[in-house]
């Protein structure tokens, strides 16, 4: 958590120290108003988590600054600093009001990077809410947008650092408390715009910074939201895809153009060849897939709304149970969203950070999670994340499936109406009984457990260990199948990636069926950025 801040004088000029503090500042206010603003979350998916989202946004500008100072002596500049902060925003964007406000955030460090005095501030608040519209596809009124903007129309006149600050924030809540009356879905659930409270939030700590005394408090921060029956479910897409994305400027326009027509809340955020991505879909593989055309997707992120709706009441309480899984392809990504779970995609070569782990633990929103690391390497920074976890008071259990396959069977099991270790032992015991292997290409001529395997040969991983070295994907898949079934089994689990050839499924699907009548085969397809194949035998 943020450090102890000392109080001190008004502020003439933000420098340095005063950017820390506001950042500072602001991961205090969120975390304490995280779950309240979570509660009135209805607009534009009332999935409770636009407060999570906010709080995780501006704990990676906190971050992000925090990391310039201790990289610099004796201190950095504010120009640093406050592209520091919008940086960090970028990178750690959570949910479609965290994207807006890391635009926000990069909107006013364009500006502060020059000058941080109060008619700079006023500029830099103009610019942020500008690009904050450009960067949304289609603005709606009564959301955060609304109350940047109104924020931004209050202090354009500019003068003295205080008075800037203090009708920024002023502006802000009077349009807080009139966006009810500007969205519907806000009007019948009788609560503020979530979004826009954050950003208000966000403007009392700057307040705070630059005066020394807190903001009053406002009377619209305290709506109450509508029991469920009075907020009925607006219909839309099912999931929510984000993904940071490594691109030009040049490739931009068309992504744009394609995640539009594929769904809505399209927010695109940052510049210089790095980008936020967040949009609402149906088909999250082709938002992925629309990702990886224009340039080089991490940090991929597929929510079920449903998953997470279902995690939370219209109070924002916490679901009793949930399950964080680490899955390679987007269509894996999508199976286990589909079951209920909260994923976190791998891409060949990267591994998750602990911080993405306990990050998708939180967007969990639930009392208990169930951790699948489906990977042995993982093993130790999944811990590490469940400690900080239940540091948090999440109770965390961590379950170490060494393979997808073994994440699949144990979601397979998974019971959240029953006891949580019942559960657990379940999971766990399902994962266990299923034997795994891999198909990959090697690389380069090495040595392995099977013999010298050279460039392009077919490796056969059984429980990670090469066990069979071939020169065809279907003669190598079938050995390994037949050493893996040799022990028995019930159920044989393929996974197959999009670039494998279609042939190869029903050809191993034939060959149980040939020579094990009493197995069953299932097939799923992991889609892009996953092995192969992936072979579960239980």
Known sequence: ???ALPPFEELVELDAEAVRSWCARSLDALGREREEIDAINVYP???????????LTAEAAHQAVEAVFAASAPTPDTAETVRAMAHGALLGARGNSGTILSQLLRGMAGVLADGCDGDHLARALGEAASAARRAVAHPVEGTILTVASAAAGACAAGGGLVDVARNAHDGARTALAATS??????ERAGVVDAGGRGLVTVLGALLETVTGQAPPPAAENRATPAPPEDCPAEDGPAYEVIYLLEAGDEAMELLRSRLDALGESLVVVGGDGLWNVHVHVDDAGAAVEAG???GRPHRIRITHFAAASAAASARGERAQRA????VPGEGLAGLCAEAGATTVRTLPGEQPAGDELLDAIRRAHAREVVLLPNDTDLRQTAAAAAERARAEGIRVALIPTRAAVQGIAALAVHEPDRRFDEDVVAMTAAAGATRYAELAVAERQSFTSAGVCQAGDILGLIEG???VIGTDLADTARTVLDRMLSAG???VTLVVA???PPGLAPDLEAHVRRGYLAVDTTTYHAGTGAPPLLIGVE
């Open 465 to 467: 260990d090469v066990a």
């Open 323 to 326: 399950v964080v899984a680490v």
């Open 489 to 491: 089994g019930e159920l």
């Open 181 to 186: 009356g500007q969205l519907d879905v806000l």
């Open 1 to 3: 958590m943020s450090r």
């Open 498 to 500: 999009d670039d494998t």
């Open 292 to 294: 990886v055309e224009a």
């Open 45 to 55: 998916v009332a999935d409770g988590d636009t407060g999570t989202n906010l709080y």
